[in-house]
């Protein structure tokens, strides 16, 4: 069963934020993927792109919540978003997708 974290978050400089972005993705990839993080999507509010919303799969959820626990990833997440950004947790229903 895989798990999901969706980030919600403000940036903390939309001008700067795809740069800031991918440079977080750069620097947290590394150590993320040995802990089970699969897929990374980021996207942008259609009508407010200072609200940002990423969907991040991983395939199990004790190096998840190891990742989300380092104390970088607060660190990086201090630089791109103004405060920090609401994380929530979910599995894998087992229902139909399309």
Same mark, same amino acid.
């Given at each position: 069963m895989n798990f999901i974290t969706v980030v919600r978050g403000k940036l903390k400089d939309p001008a700067t %934020?795809?740069?800031?972005?991918? %440079?977080? &993705? %750069? =620097? =947290? #990839? @590394? +150590? #993320? *993927? @040995?802990l089970g993080a699969l897929h990374h999507q980021p996207f942008l509010n259609a009508q407010n792109p200072a609200e940002f919303l990423a969907v991040d799969t991983w395939s199990n959820i004790? /190096? +998840?919540q190891s990742f989300l626990q380092n @104390?970088? &990833?607060a660190e990086e997440? /201090? *630089? =791109?978003f103004d405060g920090m950004p609401d994380v929530t947790v979910w599995s894998e229903s087992g229902w139909m997708t399309f």
């Open positions: %934020a795809h740069q800031a972005h991918d %440079a977080t &993705v %750069a =620097l =947290l #990839s @590394p +150590m #993320s *993927k @040995p004790e /190096g +998840m @104390p970088k &990833v997440f /201090g *630089k =791109l």
